[in-house]
């Protein structure tokens, strides 16, 4: 990319909560354009991950670079949180929420302004969401709310887009239009997109990049050097097989030993070897 | 009705009623009801301990509102915010009896700090609680759309805002600062039913979350005039009056959001 700084590096980032540790020596680079899914099962560190690019939490170790600059720069990156419960007695409607991307952190009285008016009617419309936009959101489907809150997440025209886990809850066609939408604003913004999932079948098609997680370790990079029988055994320490079976990949835990078993059970990114 | 005695009560409700409507419109969108209430009537120990050392009564509910503040924001880490309030409600409550016992003072002043003496300000009590006015409503402007992001997500608040914020200190500041206004003129009891009635019901008169705290504003004037007037010509108190406005407010915004949800869906 013409020598420029990459949308986002991670070097060597080390987390521990509460005297466990989360991540360990995790590295990756995402260029401004990007998009890239950020693939493991629950506990693996994804959120963890996430909330220290935010700056929410502390690092241990490492560094994280944005644009050069460090975590936690206010307004700099779009951030769509995990399982958000909007409340329908909120008086708000789509085009606020998405106001408020714009300038919620700012102080002083909420005056009308033409050229904040346009901003947000032209992100409603990249979203798609200009058909629902004067509707109270607590009110939208699942699938409405995701898009309202990806362009409270983009109408400052972030350079990184962090997405925590937005296609839980969502059926099969809002799936597919969410992560469609995605890819194409991370090329119509140049912004650079990580999205968490523990499932990374509806990304594959639309992915540039993939960062895998198992027990805090990464590995990182395109879709076909990643997801291998040989790469992924050796993150997760035991031999696991990748599978592609109906046009899906399934990764497979072949060892029947009781606690992965238990692990694969709970989980539905694996499929459980049937002994 | 509009001798200079009641002219007093007119100014002063009306500007307790503008800062009520409009923090209570923050209150009810982060639902924060039960702090609203634990801390107006938390703080009136505070003017039982200022009669007990014969300060100011206002002086006495600040340090109260205060404490009560610090109390519920460090009680919330780690803790549910409504175990955080009812704690310092009834640590509060205890505080109190013992110093009221101490202090001997007469039932009447309590009765007053509970249902407010509305008809009862003077003029330098009016300068008092035009200045607190204009601070509350300042900083409700000041922090208005970083406040209602939070409504929204907490997460989004500290993604805009670049990490963790000092936010519900914020809210809590506002809501003491309020409370300190309003206990000696409207009561501890009431102050929370005129931010928690009318607030609730503008939810359902409009969509637009400004429109929202004007409309909030509003009911709660309507509230509070219709409450004096009723009450000198009924000459039953007017706290009644406004508790029982502020329930109409609710029920008829209730009426009318179930209304809205089931034409929405």
Known sequence: ?275 | MFSTFMLHAWIVATMVAIVAGAVGFFVVARRAAFAAHALPLGAFPGAAAAALLGVNELLGLAVFCALGVVAISQLQRGERSEVASALWLALSLAVGTLLLSLSGAYAQSLYGLLFGAVLGISAAQLLGVAALSALALGLVALFARPLLLESLSGELAAAALGGPSRLELIFLGILALSTTMAVPVVGALLVFSLMVGPASAARAFTDQPWRSLGASIVLALGTVWAALALSYLTDWPVGFFVGALSAVCYVAGRIRGAGVVAQAA
């Open chain 1, 1 to 275: 990319m013409n020598g420029a700084a990459p949308a986002l590096a991670v070097e060597g980032l080390c987390v521990a909560l509460g005297g466990r540790q989360v991540l360990r020596n995790v590295s990756f680079e995402l260029e401004a354009g990007e998009f890239c899914a950020l693939i493991g099962s629950n506990g693996s560190g994804k959120t963890t991950l996430l909330r220290a690019i935010l700056g929410f939490i502390p690092i241990d170790s490492g560094r994280i670079g944005l644009d050069g600059d460090a975590p936690g720069a206010a307004g700099r990156i779009g951030y769509v949180p995990q399982k958000i419960a909007l409340d329908p007695s909120l008086p708000l409607r789509a085009r606020d929420v998405v106001a408020l991307g714009l300038d919620g952190a700012r102080l002083g009285p909420p005056l009308p302004s033409k050229r904040r008016t346009a901003q947000v009617e032209q992100m409603l419309q990249a979203v798609g969401a200009a058909g629902f936009a004067d509707q109270r959101v607590g009110l939208l489907s699942g699938g409405q709310q995701q898009r309202v809150l990806v362009a409270h997440a983009l109408v400052r025209r972030p350079r990184l887009l962090l997405l925590d886990e937005p296609l839980a809850n969502l059926d099969v066609r809002s799936t597919a239009e969410i992560v469609a939408l995605l890819r194409r604003l991370s090329r119509e913004y140049g912004a650079a997109v990580l999205l968490s999932a523990h499932d990374m079948n509806p990304l594959l098609p639309a992915m540039d990049r993939i960062v895998y997680l198992a027990n805090g370790s990464a590995v990182a990079g395109r879709a076909d050097e990643v997801v291998r029988t040989e790469v992924l055994s050796s993150l997760y320490g035991y031999h696991v097989d990748v599978v592609r079976v109906h046009g899906r990949v399934v990764v497979v835990a072949a060892e029947a030993r009781d606690e992965i078993r238990d692990a694969v059970a709970r989980d539905p990114v694996h499929t459980a070897p049937v002994p």
